[in-house]
Nanobody, 116 residues
Framework: QVQLVESGGGLVQPGGSLRLSCAAS????????MGWFRQAPGKQRELVAS?????TATYADSVKGRFTISRGRRTVYLQMDSLKPEDTAVYYC????????????WGQGTQVTVSS
């Protein structure tokens, strides 16, 4: 069982920055894909960004040029700059241990609110 612990959410004004962090339990040596999803009230959960262990990154069009994902073997970070009110959501860390794994793992979520 893999546990993911997130931190770094909060309230920020439009145009501001936040950095989210996620760490997996120490029993795991490395994780193939780690990423961030978000879910706003009344909307479906959507991919924000993900990165494989070899450094291949994927971004949602809505965050390209503003968000940057980075990671280590068991950690993943999301640097969010130029935040907009529409970025307000609960952000969830996600992990896929190996390519083609039948299941994935989720963190508990951290709230990001962008408001003046």
């Amino acid at each position: 069982q893999v546990q993911l612990v997130e931190s770094g959410g909060g309230l920020v004004q439009p145009g501001g920055s936040l950095r989210l962090s996620c760490a997996a339990s120490a029993s795991i040596f490395s994780i193939y894909t780690m990423g961030w999803f978000r879910q706003a009230p009344g909307k479906q959960r959507e991919l924000v960004a993900s990165a494989t262990i070899d450094g291949t990154a994927t971004y949602a069009d809505s965050v390209k040029g503003r968000f940057t994902i980075s990671r280590g073997r068991r950690t993943v970070y999301l640097q969010m700059d130029s935040l907009k009110p529409e970025d307000t959501a609960v952000y969830y860390c996600n992990a896929i241990l190996q390519p083609g794994a039948p299941s994935d793992y989720w963190g508990q979520g951290t709230q990001v609110t962008v408001s003046s």
